[in-house]
């Protein structure tokens, strides 16, 4: 189970406000169900219920030059055996990869 998820921000986003990067990853998140609520400056908690019981937190913290996805919790997702449902792991990969196209199309529409 990934607990953290690291990328460096696309050089053009970089030179993005802070507010734009959080904006464009509510954004991102939000298309599959994910809520957000601001931590602090380049700190938002998302979180995600879709299936009941499951339920998964995740911090998505960014700065000028990257963004990383770190687990707060999953508790409702572990299994008897040490393991997490493989759902965790999707949503989260889709999570992180849905922001890294938002991110990817601020880049572009700054040209």
């Not at 959080?22 to 939000?30: L, R, S, V």
């Not at 019981?53 to 707060?72: A, H, Q």
Request: glycine share 6%; hydrophobic share 35%; aromatic share 8%.
């Amino acid at each position: 189970m990934p607990t953290t998820l690291e990328h460096p921000l696309p050089s053009r986003v970089q030179a993005l406000p802070l507010a734009a990067i959080e904006g464009a990853t509510t954004e991102a998140g939000a298309r599959r169900g994910w809520r957000f609520r601001r931590i602090e400056d380049g700190q938002v908690r998302a979180s995600c219920f879709k299936r009941w019981p499951w339920y998964v937190e995740t911090d998505v913290i960014f700065s000028g030059e990257s963004d990383r996805t770190v687990l707060v919790t999953a508790k409702t997702m572990e299994k008897r055996d040490d393991g997490v449902e493989r759902a965790y792991n999707r949503w989260v990969t889709n999570l992180d990869e849905d922001i890294q196209a938002k991110l990817a199309e601020l880049s572009v529409r700054r040209n």
